[in-house]
C-alpha cells in the first residue's frame, strides 16, 4: 500500500484492521493523473474521508505552510462535524496538518487570523468562501490552494447557492490555475450535469466519474394506523403516539419534519407523550448556534434518545449510533428519502432503516412510490439553468471590494462557470451596471454610485466603507418574512393589528379575497408596504392557507402515484381502506390514467365542484388555482374559492363549470397570469429577494438590523421606481424569473395545460367521488371556526366520505 499511500496513512488503515475501498484508491488515482473528480457514493462509504486523501497524502509526503484543501459544504454542522471526523485519522496517524472552519458562527477575531495566517485544511460554507473572496488579501491566501472539495454537491448545485459558487470556483482557479476540484455525493440520479458544473470551462471530460457499488438497501417501512389512514391532512402528526413507542424501542432517532415549524409543534406533541422522560432534542436552523451546537453535542455522545430535525440535518453528519430515521409526512422526493434514510447506521454494510409516516391517504400512495423510486434507484433531481443574474451583481460587489475589475477579464473569468457560460455581454454589463450605479433608473441617487471607472479602464469601489456593508449583507439565503393582518381601508395604516401571516401566503392575495385567520373570515381592503389592510367577511374564505410542507412533489413520484392508481394488482399490499377507496373509485368514476388529465364536476350543498388531477406538485395547483378562478369569473360561473395540493386543485362556483378545455386553455398563462402579477404583491416580494441578493438593499448596517417591515418598505419603493422608469431593469427580469422556476413552477403548469387539451377526460358525477374527499376536506378545515371545529370537522367527514363511498 506504500506506493499508494504515504506509510502515515497505510499505518494509520493497518492499525484500524482497513484496507483503503477501491474507490478511495481511485480517487487517489485520478488525483495523481492530474484530473478532477466526482464521487458518487452511498452512505457509510467513507465518501468524506475518500475526498480528503489526495489532500492527506500529499500534505504528508511534502508537509508545507499555508492554504492546501479547501471543503465547502451546504451546513454549517456538516463542516464542524467533518471537522471532528477528519482530525481523528491527522491524530491517530501523527500528521503535522492543522484544520480549521470558517461559517458564520466562526468568531471575527479567529476569521482575521485565518486571512493572514490560513491553516493547511480549511473547511467552509458558500457563504463564507464568497465572504473570503471580497478581501483583498485573497489573492495570497489562495495562491497555494491546491484541491477543492465540494460535498453533498447535489444539494445547492442547481440554485442559487451552487451559482454562488461555481463563480468562487471560476476566481479561485483564477487565483490558483494548478487547482483541482473534487465533488462528493450520495444521491445523484444523472451524473453528466455535475461534471459539467463542477469542471473549469464546463469541459465535463476532465472530471473524472468515480463510482463506489451500493450497500445494503435499506429498509423502509410506512407506518398504518391502529385503525385507519386518514383521509386528509399533511403532516403524520396523528401518529405521535406511534412514533413515541418506536422512539422507545430504538437506540437513537431522527424525526425528520419538512418544516421548522412542524420541528416545533411535533417536539411540543412528543414530549407530552414522553411518559419515560427520555432525552428528546430540536434541531432547525433557526435557533441558535450555541443551542445547535449542544444538540449536536449531545448526540454524538449518546445522551439523546431522539431527536426532531427539519434539512438541517439532512446531509452527511455521521452520527453512528442514530439506528431509526422517521420521516413525519411524505419525503415528497426519492433522494431526500435516500438521504435522510442514510443518516441511520451510516455504515455501508448495515442496512438503514426508515419509518414514513404518511399525513393522509394520498401520502400514502406517495410512500409507497417514493420506497419503490428507492428500490429502482429511481431517484429525482433538479434540473440545472442558467446563472441567477442577482447572484452573478453580488459577485460583482465582491470582486471589486478584493481589487479593481476589469470589465473584460471579470466577463471572461465569469463564463467559466458552469452556470454562466452561455451568458451574454449585454446581461454582464447589467450586473455590472446593477453595482456601479443601480441601473439607469437609480444612478441619480448617490447611495447606488458604487463604482467608479479609472484611466486605465478598471472600476473600483467609491468608497471603502462599501466593502465593509457588503459583507454584512452578501449572501444568496434570503430569510422569509412575514406581513402583518390589521384592520383599516385601502392603504391607511394605524388599524388593530390581528398578527402576521407568512410572505408566502400574503403573495397571493388580492384586494376582495378572502381567508381565514384568527379564528375570523377576512376580506383584504388593500395593501401597505409590510400591512395587509383586512375588514371582516363572510361565508367560506377564497383563498386556502396550509401548515404543511410546501416543498412540491418530484416529477418522478407524481407519475410513480399515477401508475399504483392503474395498477388493481398491487392494491392488495395496501391497508384495506386504502385499498376499498381506489376499488370505489373506480367503480363509481374513473382513477387518473397514465398521462392524461382526469377533471371531475359534481353539485353538493349549492354550489358545483371541480376537481382537477393534474399530479403537477402544490407550486403549479396553487398558480392554476389563482388563475382558474379569474377565468370563471369571468365567464360569469361565480367562483367562490379554490384549495390546491400536491395531487389536485379543486374550484368551487354557484354555477356548472363547462367548456373545460377552454378553461384550460394554455393561454391562461398569458393574459391571465400577468393580470395575476399585476393586481397582486407576488413579483414585487420576489423582487425584495433578488434587490437583496444584488445589492441594491441592505438587510444590515453597522449596529443595526433592518426589520422585515422595513425591508418590505425599501424593496416596494424602488420597484415602484424601476417599473415606472426601467422595466427592463437587471433584478426585475431576475424576479420574474425566480417567480417562473421556484415560486409558480410554470413549467409543469404549461405541460399539464397542453395535457387538457390532448388528454382531457371528464366525469360529470351526480355527487362527490371518492378521490376528491381528500381535498373537500381541506375546504372544511378551512371554513370550520370556533371551539366546535374538531366535531365539526368530524361530522363533515363522516357525511363526505359516507355519501362518496357509497356504490350508485
Known amino acids: 500500500m506504500d506506493d499508494v499511500l504515504p506509510p502515515a496513512l497505510a499505518g494509520w488503515f493497518e492499525a484500524r484492521g482497513w484496507s483503503p475501498r477501491p474507490h478511495q484508491l481511485e480517487m487517489l488515482a485520478a488525483d495523481a493523473a492530474g484530473k478532477h473528480a466526482l464521487l458518487m457514493a452511498p452512505t457509510g462509504a467513507g465518501k468524506t474521508l475518500a475526498g480528503f486523501l489526495p489532500s492527506l497524502a500529499a500534505l504528508t509526503r511534502a508537509p508545507r505552510e499555508g492554504l492546501h484543501t479547501l471543503y465547502v459544504s451546504p451546513l454549517k454542522a456538516l463542516a464542524s462535524d467533518v471537522q471532528r471526523n477528519l482530525l481523528a485519522p491527522i491524530a491517530e496517524a501523527g500528521l503535522a496538518i492543522e484544520v480549521d472552519t470558517r461559517t458564520g458562527d466562526t468568531s471575527s477575531d479567529r476569521k482575521a487570523r485565518q ?38 454537491i447535489h444539494a445547492f448545485a442547481a440554485g442559487k447557492r451552487g451559482d454562488q459558487l461555481a463563480l468562487a470556483m471560476a476566481r479561485l482557479q483564477q487565483l490558483a490555475p494548478g487547482l483541482r476540484r473534487i465533488g462528493l455525493s450520495a444521491t445523484i440520479a444523472d451524473p453528466a450535469p455535475f461534471q459539467r458544473w463542477l469542471a473549469p470551462d464546463v469541459d465535463a471530460a476532465s472530471v473524472q466519474l468515480v463510482r463506489c457499488p451500493q450497500g445494503a438497501p435499506p429498509v423502509i417501512e410506512i407506518l398504518t394506523p391502529e385503525d385507519r389512514i386518514p383521509w386528509s391532512g399533511h403532516n403524520g402528526r396523528w401518529a405521535a403516539a406511534q412514533v413515541m413507542k418506536r422512539i422507545e424501542a430504538a437506540r437513537l432517532t431522527i424525526v425528520f419534519v419538512n418544516t421548522r415549524a412542524l420541528a416545533e409543534l411535533l417536539f411540543q406533541e412528543l414530549w407530552t407523550l414522553n411518559d419515560q422522560a427520555l432525552p428528546i432534542g430540536i434541531h432547525h436552523g433557526s435557533l441558535a448556534p450555541e443551542a445547535r451546537r449542544k444538540v449536536e453535542a449531545a448526540m454524538s455522545t449518546g445522551r439523546l434518545r431522539a431527536i426532531v430535525a427539519t434539512a438541517s440535518l439532512d446531509l452527511g453528519i455521521d452520527w453512528g449510533n442514530v439506528d431509526l430515521v422517521i420521516q413525519m409526512g411524505a419525503p415528497k422526493g426519492a433522494s431526500r428519502l435516500l438521504q435522510r434514510t442514510g443518516r441511520a447506521n451510516h455504515r455501508l454494510e448495515e442496512a438503514s432503516r426508515a419509518l414514513i409516516v404518511p399525513g393522509n391517504r394520498f401520502e400514502y400512495l406517495e410512500a409507497v412510490a417514493a420506497r419503490d423510486a428507492v428500490a429502482a434507484n429511481d431517484l429525482d433531481q433538479e434540473p440545472f439553468r442558467a446563472g441567477s443574474l442577482d447572484v452573478l451583481a453580488q ?4 470582486m471589486a471590494c478584493a481589487a479593481p475589475i476589469a470589465p473584460d477579464a471579470l466577463y471572461a473569468e465569469v463564463r467559466t462557470a458552469a452556470p454562466y457560460a452561455q451568458l451574454s455581454r449585454a446581461d454582464f454589463e447589467g450586473a455590472v451596471d446593477v453595482v456601479a450605479t443601480g441601473g439607469y433608473a437609480l444612478r441619480a441617487y448617490e447611495r447606488y454610485r458604487r463604482l467608479m471607472p479609472q484611466g486605465d479602464g478598471t472600476l473600483r469601489l467609491t468608497h471603502q466603507r462599501l466593502a465593509a456593508q457588503h459583507r454584512l449583507n452578501a449572501g444568496t439565503i434570503v430569510e422569509a418574512v412575514t406581513m402583518n393582518v390589521q384592520f383599516g381601508r385601502g392603504g391607511r395604516a394605524g388599524g ?10 400574503a403573495g397571493q392575495l388580492r384586494v376582495g379575497d378572502s381567508f381565514l385567520f384568527a379564528g375570523q373570515v377576512l376580506e383584504v381592503t388593500g395593501f401597505a408596504g409590510a400591512d395587509i389592510h383586512v375588514k371582516m367577511g363572510r361565508g367560506t374564505p ?59 364536476t359534481f353539485p353538493r350543498d349549492g354550489r358545483w365542484f371541480m376537481v382537477v388531477y393534474g399530479f403537477a406538485g402544490r407550486n403549479a395547483h396553487q398558480t392554476l388555482g389563482m388563475l382558474l378562478t379569474q377565468r370563471m369569473e369571468a365567464a360569469g360561473l361565480a367562483p367562490l374559492g379554490f384549495v390546491a395540493s400536491d395531487y389536485v386543485v379543486a374550484c368551487w362556483s354557484l354555477h356548472e363549470p363547462n367548456g373545460l378545455a377552454a378553461l384550460l386553455s394554455p393561454d391562461i398563462l398569458e393574459a391571465e397570469l400577468a393580470e395575476w402579477v399585476a393586481a397582486s404583491p407576488f413579483l414585487r416580494r420576489a423582487f425584495r429577494e433578488t434587490a437583496i441578493i444584488g445589492g441594491l438593499i441592505e438587510r444590515t448596517l453597522p449596529g443595526q438590523h433592518k426589520t422585515g417591515k422595513a425591508l418590505s418598505v425599501s424593496s416596494d419603493l424602488i420597484y415602484e421606481v424601476l417599473r415606472r422608469h426601467q422595466p427592463d431593469h437587471l433584478l426585475l427580469s431576475a424576479a420574474w424569473n425566480d417567480a417562473r422556476h421556484k415560486l409558480t413552477d410554470l413549467d409543469r403548469l404549461a405541460a399539464l395545460l397542453e395535457t387538457a387539451q390532448s388528454r382531457l377526460t371528464h366525469r360529470r358525477l351526480a355527487r362527490v367521488s371518492p378521490l376528491a374527499v381528500p381535498v373537500l376536506l381541506d375546504i372544511g378545515r378551512e371554513s370550520v371556526v370556533g371551539g366546535s371545529a374538531d366535531s365539526a370537522l368530524l361530522a363533515e367527514a363522516e357525511a363526505l366520505t359516507r355519501e362518496a363511498m357509497t356504490p350508485d
Do not use: C, K
Not at 395 to 398: G, I, K, L, S, T
Not at 496 to 505: D, I, K, M, P, T
Not at 571 to 589: F, G, I, N, T, Y
Open 542 to 600: 377564497s383563498i386556502p392557507s396550509y401548515m404543511g410542507g410546501r416543498m412540491p412533489l418530484a416529477t418522478n413520484l407524481a407519475a410513480r402515484v399515477r401508475a399504483l392508481l392503474n395498477t388493481p394488482a398491487r392494491w392488495p399490499e395496501m391497508p384495506a381502506d386504502v385499498a376499498e377507496w381506489l376499488a370505489m373509485q373506480q367503480l363509481r368514476s374513473v382513477l387518473p390514467g397514465l398521462d392524461d388529465l382526469l377533471i371531475e
Open 496 to 505: 388593530r393589528s390581528l398578527g402576521q401571516v407568512e410572505e408566502w401566503f
Open 115 to 152: 486571512r493572514v495566517h490560513p491553516p493547511q485544511i480549511l473547511l467552509t460554507t458558500p457563504e463564507s468562501l464568497s465572504l473570503l473572496l471580497s478581501y483583498p488579501q485573497a489573492e495570497t491566501m489562495f495562491a497555494t490552494l491546491e484541491r477543492l472539495v465540494v460535498d453533498e
Open 395 to 398: 459577485h460583482v460587489f465582491a
